[in-house]
């Protein structure tokens, strides 16, 4: 189990594949759906995907939870207090931002789904519960910055 995920304590900058494949499946579909080219959308062309997943029933299932997002409203998570962060409404958005929609719901799936299997595993799930961590994102130059310096990478001098 790989300790990167957005919802966590220590968010680290990686992305895993699975999530970088489905991200551009459903983009793709997206975007071919909301074609401005008649022929594209009079084809509708199928998205060879597995037998597992279905990019169709992800963006479909995207779809359904931000309108229903949308039907619940803003709620509070957290301690800053209702009104202080802003949402985008589904049926107000059109085009590119509601691709980003739902892509940005297919993404929190997945981290939602990398979170459940973390916290399933007693020992490697540990990190999530994590309470004396200070919560912040990382960045690759604060990794590169903090975890190595000139004395520790390999050189043939220090060999």
Known sequence: MAMYCRKAKLKLPIKSILEKYT??????????????????KSAQPSLKTGRKWKVTEAVEE???CLKMKEVIGQ??????????????????????EKRDMIIDEIRNKEDSTRLQKAVQQPQQGQWTNWDSVIQRSLTWNDIWHNGAS?????HQVRL
Do not use: F, Y
């Open 23 to 40: 991200c551009g499946k459903a983009r793709l579909l997206a975007m071919l759906d909301k074609s401005d080219d008649p022929v594209v």
């Open 75 to 96: 709620t509070q998570t957290d301690r800053r207090g209702l009104g202080s962060t802003t949402a985008k409404c589904w049926s107000k958005t059109e085009g590119k």
């Open 150 to 154: 000139e004395n520790k990478l390999p």
């Open 62 to 64: 995207a779809k359904e």
